[in-house]
Structure formats: structure tokens, C-alpha cells
């Protein structure tokens, strides 16, 4: 079992539609992280939830709604999104946010 | 001041040969420096990772170097070999206060054979 885990790997959904990204960790991280990852841009950090509370959120649009339910699960809520949201989605967890990141595989998400 | 300025943007590099990365970063908040290695298809992996109280840190092929006079830092693989094409990520934390992760934009790195 890889220490953190994606899915689904690939998503394809119109712009209105309504799609979750899942994400957990095995690794007993307190802290957990949605990056978008898009080509010749840096990693965009989104959000941050630390003991299941959400710290961060870096001016995210409202169409993008992160949930964490407990340590181990994060999720990404996708609904009306545009084009320019296609990228890779990745999920980070770390021990605590002072700690190094580790990172899923990410979920490659295309908007039609 | 947040920023992590990465390059070259993209390198390539005879098999045996080294491969150098340079980051440099403003924020003097910061104080841990890792890099990250992303194959096609998969999420960062964290690499090897300094603190500013030592001026290199050597694991295996891969070496950082840090300058923390001039706020820079660098990745060197010596050796470089075909596994190690990949597209490398330097990156920059403050540890304590704002916690702080900034990422660099990435080199992608190619090594012939």
C-alpha cells in the first residue's frame, strides 16, 4: 500500500458537472494538502488542513470545496468548473505542517 | 519575498556526467530545503533534503549545497545516469510561524545515453 493514495487517477467531466477527488494517506499524517499542478507553472498550493482543520485556502474559487472528515481522508469537491482547471491534482500529507510532504500520484483532471 | 527562483528550466546531460540545479530564495524565514524528483505519471518524491546550519548534504549520487550568505541552494547528481530524467523540484519551508512551502517551477532534467 504506497503511502498516499489518489483516485481516480484520470477524470474527464463537462462544466457542469459535479465530481469528487479522493485522497488518503497511511502514513499517521496530521496534516494534509491539495496542490494543483499545471505545465510551466510552479506547484499552486490550495489548501491546507492540519488536525482536520482547514488552515489555509489560497484564494481557491468557491467551485473548488475541500473536505476532511478525519486525518486519513481528504477530498476535493468539483462542480461548474472552466477549462483552465484542467491540470493535475496532487495531495500531499506531512506529520505535522513543519515536516516534509509527501505526495500522491496525483489525479489528471480534464474539463471539457 | 515568497518566491523560489529554479534553474535552468531544463537541462540536458551526457550518461556519467553532473547535473546542476540552482535555486535561490529572498525569504530568510525559511529554514529547511528540500528537492523533490517527479517521474511522467507521478506525484513528487521527495529527494534529499539540507537545513541552513550545514553547507552540503550528500546522499548517494545526489549532493545539496547550501549558501546561506547568498540564499541560494543547489542540487548536484553526480554520475547522472538515463533513471534519472526526470523533472526536479526545489522548494523552501519555514518550519515555524507561517509554514510556509514554496515550490521552485522546475528543470527538467535529461540525461542521454
Known amino acids: 500500500e504506497t503511502g498516499v493514495t489518489q483516485t481516480p487517477r484520470h477524470l474527464v467531466m463537462g462544466m457542469t458537472n459535479k465530481k469528487s477527488l479522493k485522497c488518503e494517506q497511511h502514513l499517521g499524517h496530521n496534516a494534509m494538502y491539495w496542490y494543483k499542478q499545471s505545465a510551466k507553472k510552479p506547484l499552486e498550493l490550495m489548501f491546507v488542513y492540519n488536525f482536520k482543520e482547514q488552515t489555509e485556502n489560497n484564494s481557491v474559487p468557491s467551485r473548488f470545496s475541500p473536505e476532511c472528515p478525519n486525518s486519513s481522508h481528504l477530498f476535493l469537491h468539483l462542480h461548474t468548473l472552466q477549462p483552465e482547471d484542467s491540470a493535475l491534482y496532487l495531495c500531499?500529507?506531512?506529520?505535522?505542517?513543519?515536516?516534509?510532504?509527501?505526495f500522491g500520484d496525483g489525479t489528471r483532471l480534464s474539463i471539457l | 519575498q515568497q518566491q523560489v527562483k529554479q534553474s535552468p528550466q531544463s537541462l540536458i546531460v551526457q550518461k556519467g556526467g553532473i547535473s546542476i540545479i540552482n535555486c535561490a530564495y529572498e525569504n530568510t524565514a525559511f529554514d529547511y530545503f528540500p528537492w523533490y524528483q517527479q517521474f511522467p505519471g507521478k506525484g513528487p518524491a521527495l529527494l534529499i533534503a539540507?537545513?541552513?546550519?550545514?553547507s552540503e548534504k550528500k546522499e548517494g549520487r545526489f549532493t545539496i549545497s547550501f549558501n546561506k550568505s547568498a540564499k541560494q541552494f543547489s542540487l548536484h547528481i553526480m554520475d547522472s545516469q538515463p533513471g534519472d530524467s526526470a523533472t526536479y523540484f526545489c522548494a523552501a519551508l519555514a518550519t515555524s510561524g507561517t509554514y510556509k512551502y514554496i515550490f521552485g517551477t522546475g528543470t527538467r532534467l535529461k540525461v542521454l545515453a
Open positions: 539540507i537545513r541552513p546550519d550545514v
Open positions: 500531499a500529507s506531512s506529520q505535522d505542517v513543519s515536516r516534509p510532504q509527501h
